[in-house]
């Protein structure tokens, strides 16, 4: 069990750029999720997927987010057109089938200059 | 929507002293989890809790689900600086996915 792993751990990025994340999840696992967390708040949920399948989808996805996980194993975030207010710690995490606890990565510090 | 509320938001407390953060669900829970998050890393889980009345214990750290299954509370004893941290409790409403509390942020200082 080598963990929930996440590129880059931190990314700094100007205004209107376009920026990409990866999570690799335990290989096992066939749920994976996408959360977004600001300084003072709790993690929030944005989407997660069911092997390949994106079964979910939070309000909070504008159009400028897209997530994918082509395979069923490794997922990316990417955000388009990054304004400040996405500064935020994009956190991955992942699970098993069933109502099991969720297994979290180290996150991704994205600061939008 | 199913909205936690945690309290307090805040605990500064002397090492060796008693602790409980309390998480309230606006509707039953399916299932209440704990993590614990240091500054800018992931969340590392502590406990799980399904059944109302339910209490588990991991080192100094006691969480309790209540009988209607709407509040949980997390209890530390004696702590130590190595406790100090955000700790988020997590709702499981039945949508596969859980939904956080604001969290809780414990200084300890010796």
């Known amino acids: 069990d080598t963990g929930v792993s996440q590129d880059p751990r931190h990314k700094i990025t100007k205004r209107g750029q376009n920026v990409t994340f990866r999570c690799d999840p335990i290989s096992e696992h066939n749920r994976l999720y996408w959360y977004r967390q600001t300084l003072g708040q709790g993690p929030e949920f944005l989407t997660y997927?069911?092997?390949?399948?994106?079964?979910?989808k939070s309000r909070l996805l504008s159009d400028r987010f897209s997530a994918e996980r082509p395979k069923g194993s490794f997922s990316t975030l990417e955000i388009q057109r990054t304004e400040q207010g996405d500064s935020a710690m994009y956190l991955c995490a992942s699970s098993p089938p069933g109502r099991e606890k969720l297994f979290f990565g180290s996150g991704t510090q994205l600061s939008v200059l | 929507s199913q909205e936690l509320e945690q309290s307090p938001q805040s605990l500064i407390v002397q090492e060796g002293k008693n602790l409980t953060i309390n998480c309230t669900s606006s509707k039953t829970l399916y299932g209440l989890y704990w993590y614990k998050q240091k500054y800018g890393e992931g969340l590392i889980f502590l406990m799980m809790l399904q059944k109302g009345g339910e209490e588990k214990s991991h080192e100094k750290i006691t969480a309790k689900l209540d009988e209607k299954k709407q509040q949980s509370s997390l209890h530390i004893t004696a702590s130590q600086p190595s406790h100090a941290g955000i700790y988020l409790c997590g709702a499981d409403s039945n949508t596969d996915k859980l939904i956080f509390g604001t969290g809780t942020r414990l200084q300890v200082f010796p």
């Open positions: 997927f069911q092997n390949e399948a994106q079964l979910e």
